[in-house]
């Protein structure tokens, strides 16, 4: 009967809770759902890119609450607020599970992008060595000075003539936006003969992507460099990509005898 007793009694106060008028200055449940949303995505790139700066743990908050218009007084004293209500807190974070659930479907179905010659003609796992020392995980956002990721590696007696290049990575879009947004990743090969190549890929839509180099028997090459830039035409809002498995692999020729 006591255990009855507590179960209507805490019927009672969610009720109680969901009745309880918003005050002014206190950012509303669907807007706060939104900014949740990105706010903990956002420190989800912080931690699995091991950031440990403050200055771009602040940038990626920050950008959170440019992107909705607030900033961190009225994030802070709307979220006090919601802890003071759980009732509304919990249906937050109960829609906030079913849309990562269904970002998650998304994201295993998306379309994998490739420019160059196919990856399947090479077999990567064959002998590749990783070039890239930056992080595997990382965010690009509209701000000037957060937009742009340059690399440059030399190469060492390991580069062999027919090597080949690679660069891959995955993004995601925090906001879709058709025709407006727009990630460049560029890479340029130079051999010890003094010349090079180069080529642009350009990303709109999430997804995996690879910009290949395929061998030159010939050449042996002297460096590789880069960069990789984000761009939004919207200047008007705050907007950003998730970069994820992001390497620039150089890949050995196979050997004759497994050629055969």
Partial sequence: MKHLSYLLLAALFVLVSCQVKIPEGIILPDKMESVLYDYHMAQAIGSEANVSSDYHKKLFHEYVFAKHGIDKALFDSSLVWYTRHPAYLTQIYANLQEELDNELAIMQDEKRYTQGSKLETLDIWSDTLDLWSGREVDALSSSSMNN??????????????????????????????????????????????NSSVSDVMEI????????????DYDKVIKGVNGFIYYSDADSTAASGVLLSGLSLRRIHPLAEEDEQ
């Fill in 148 to 193: 742009l990721i340059n690399f440059s590696y030399s190469s060492d007696s390991a580069f062999v003539a027919g090597d080949s290049i690679v660069l891959t990575l995955g993004t995601r879009f925090f906001s879709e936006k058709p025709g407006m947004q727009k990630l460049y990743a560029a890479v340029v090969v130079n051999y010890t003969d």
């Fill in 204 to 215: 709109d839509a999430s997804g995996d992507c690879a910009l290949l180099f395929t061998r």
